[in-house]
């Protein structure tokens, strides 16, 4: 592959990435937004491998297996398997419905690009895009632990936060040293795990995944 | 070495179900931590700063200071959660076969801990910080209740969402050293950032600072990002609460410190990170005069009191003043001591009476008088009454806030902290003086009577502090103002008294 088809390769992916967010912002099942996540997390993945095979060292390598295996494969199976024990499909519409949330996600995107105006002297003008998008999926993230009162849509706010870090983090310094990176992704995957853990107590102790049914502490 | 062996002694505690066991490992793991860290830190303020593993650990004054509250603190809960488990299988609350996974993510969140203050860097910090908030997770939703799974994942959400900002700050103080010093591992160690501090790009460090004090400002329970803390603190074993207020706060207050230390050497100077330590600290001391004074909960009392204490010290660390910095430091280390005594022995009381509604525990001195001696010192140390050390400490607070001209936040620190002093001394009076419920049986043995250590050291403190703790703190004050490569000796700016 020549350099301008990955450059333009890799733009469409950032594309992706953004659709993909707005996929899971979106979504009326969670069953749909899990899915989602999960071509979100493909996307990602593949952007890196792209990166990787232009610079060819062994820690951009090493970051897409491990991307592709935690975000990609483990966490999908993880929250899968817990959609299975709860009886609801419903993500759990607080503010906004389907189309509102989309039309909040639109505002949300347009105001990463205006912020991320002041970084533009940090990386190649065709990478202005990403950086934006970054910024935007972090904003999707935030967006949807605010209108979402499902619980498990609400770690895929999370993990959309993070992923939007990440990209940008990807964009601005072409990644933080791979000991750090490493050490991300095993944060994540640990919160992941935990995450379903009390999702699944969560279940058993209230019968729903519904985040307003614990009130009882207060004052 | 003490990080390889707490995460060691985490997993061999899996190995067996035996409580005698269980016990005598826990002490084994002690000592050796014990030890080994008292070795380190003695030879950092001995012999200045120590690292190992080709740079990758390294600890100067504060570091080792961190570290010895830590493991004191450790030592003193793991001691007092032997007993305080025992009594809770025996009630039901909680199954023998779970006692193991109790000091399994104990001694994972001890050596969480150990991480962040043995690493230079401010990218491993992160990873450190977010992973003691993973630890403690479970060990919040403990007890199987509807309560515990609620503050559990009250706490994980909110915790990781804040800390994400943490991450951003890191990323983009990154970009900003990356420019000059090439991106590898070593450009967010602090030793080396310190060198750049004056060529970094002043927007984007801005931008860094802000978000890494809303992350870790999250973790350290700064209003308005606080209302995760008191939850998770209160539904906590009071074991584990003694150790997230004692410990886990004041790590994230180091992270913060790290970063106000870095921003200081920046051409930001030293006002512009100490401004908004200062602001998040008097708007956290103000709200939580009104949470204080209408608590119903005593655990959720000690926990809204811990938010208070951190603002103290996040405004004693913003300011720019030596004497302030002095207060702020040794002010960590008795808030420390002393709310890991007191969340211990509320602990006990709740244990015996079943409740943790402040009106419904009556007269303790005379029900269990030990106990009730404790709650009193506790009580008269928490509030800063002469002459236990916090007095000291929060006089050191004052008096830098007062010589760097801020009259008015002198007031208001003042009036705030009067009026919670009034409203501990209404709590807690009721709770050791009231008429008993006749249902309760007293009687105790003197040997309660070791818990009180933390809390002798803090009265201690009040009358003099000795020659090594003021070495300590003059070195910390050094680290803090100075900054890392910075060798000058601050002389003593300020006249308080190491005796009468």
């Known amino acids: 592959m020549s350099i301008n088809t990955m450059d333009s390769l890799q733009q469409l992916l950032i594309f992706a990435l953004a659709a993909s967010g707005l996929g899971i912002v979106s979504s009326s099942k969670i069953r749909k937004a899990l899915n989602w996540w999960t071509i979100h997390a493909v996307f990602l993945s593949a952007l890196i491998l792209i990166e990787a095979l232009h610079s060819k060292e062994w820690e951009t390598f090493l970051v897409v297996i491990v991307s592709l295996g935690i975000k990609a494969i483990f966490i999908p199976w993880l929250l899968g398997n817990v959609i299975k024990n709860s009886h609801t499909q419903w993500v759990g519409e607080l503010f906004l419905t389907r189309v509102s949330s989309l039309v909040a996600a639109g505002v949300l995107t347009l105001l990463a690009y ?31 632990m605010i209108i979402r009162k499902v619980a498990l849509v609400q770690v895929l706010g999370i993990l959309l936060i993070d992923n939007g870090i990440f990209l940008a983090g990807f964009l601005l310094t072409q990644g933080m040293p791979i000991l750090i990176e490493l050490g991300i992704f095993f944060d994540v995957l640990i919160a992941a795990l935990i995450l379903g853990v009390l999702a699944k107590r969560m279940i058993r102790d209230y019968d729903s995944l519904n985040v307003d049914h614990m009130n009882s502490l207060k004052g | 070495m003490f990080i390889a062996i707490a995460f060691f002694a985490a997993i061999v505690m899996l190995f067996t179900r035996r409580n005698s066991i269980l016990k005598s490992l826990n002490c084994l793991a ?80 001890i050596g969480t801990m150990l991480l962040v203050v043995s690493t230079p860097n401010l990218g491993i910090l992160w990873v450190g910080i977010e992973g003691t908030t993973l630890a403690t997770t479970l060990l919040v939703g403990f007890y199987r ?54 060529n970094l790009d002043s927007g984007l460090l801005k931008l860094a ?41 004041n790590c994230a207050m180091y992270a913060v410190v790290r970063w106000h230390i870095l921003i200081r050497q920046s051409v930001l100077g030293p006002e512009f990170s100490g401004q908004f330590l200062v602001a998040f600290g008097i708007i956290s001391l103000g709200v939580m005069v009104a949470f204080i ?60 009476t079943g409740t943790r509604q402040i009106l419904k525990i009556r007269g303790v001195i005379s029900l269990w008088p030990y106990t009730g ?67 309760i049986n007293g009687g105790e043995n003197i040997k309660t009577l070791w818990l009180a250590i933390p809390v002798l050291i803090v009265l201690a403190v009040g009358f003099f502090v000795p020659e090594f703790l003021d070495n300590a703190l003059l070195q910390v004050v050094h680290v803090v103002m100075g900054g890392v490569g910075n060798a000058e000796p601050i002389a003593r700016l300020f006249a308080v008294p190491t005796g009468f």
């Open chain 1, 114 to 144: 205006l912020i991320t105006q002041p970084l533009m002297s940090l990386i190649e003008p065709t990478m202005r895009n990403g950086l934006a998008i970054a910024f935007s999926l972090l904003f999707y993230g935030l967006l949807l």
């Open chain 2, 30 to 109: 002690l000592i050796t931590v014990g030890l080994t860290a008292f070795y380190l830190v003695y030879q950092v303020f001995t012999a200045g700063p120590v690292s190992s593993f080709q740079g990758l650990l390294y600890w100067d004054a504060l570091s080792a200071f961190m570290l010895s509250v830590i493991v004191f603190i450790s030592g003193y809960v793991i001691l007092f959660s032997f007993h305080y488990m025992e009594a809770d299988i025996e009630e039901g609350k909680v199954s023998r076969q779970r006692l193991k996974w109790y000091y399994f993510y104990i001694w994972l969140f």
């Open chain 2, 145 to 198: 209740q509807k309560q515990s799974v609620e503050a559990a994942w009250k706490y994980i959400i909110l915790c990781t969402v804040g800390i994400s900002f943490a991450l951003l700050g890191t990323l983009l103080l990154y970009a900003a050293s990356g420019q000059i010093h090439g991106y590898s591992l070593a450009t967010l160690d602090w030793r080396v950032l310190d060198s750049l501090a004056k």
């Open chain 2, 209 to 249: 600072f802000l978000f890494a004090l809303v992350g870790y400002g999250t973790k350290i329970g700064l209003v308005p990002m606080h209302p995760w803390l008191p939850d998770a603190h209160s539904q906590a074993p009071s074991p584990v609460s003694a150790m997230l207020s004692g410990v886990l706060l």
């Open chain 2, 293 to 352: 004074l209408l608590q119903k909960d005593v655990k959720r009392l000690l926990a809204y009191s811990s938010v208070e204490h951190m603002g103290i010290l996040a405004l004693g660390f913003g300011l720019n003043n030596a004497v302030a910095v002095w207060g702020a430091t040794l002010h960590l280390l008795l808030h420390a001591l002393t709310k890991a005594n007191l969340f211990v022995v509320t602990g006990r009381i709740v244990q015996k």
């Open chain 2, 373 to 439: 001696l404790l709650l009193l010192l506790g009580l008269l140390a928490i509030t800063g009454t002469p002459p236990f050390g916090t007095f000291r400490s929060k006089l050191g607070i004052l008096i830098g806030v007062f010589q760097s001209g801020r009259a008015v936040l002198g007031f208001l620190m003042v009036l705030f902290l009067t009026v919670i002093f009034a409203g501990f001394l209404y709590h807690f009076s009721s709770m050791l003086f009231g008429k008993p419920s006749e249902r």
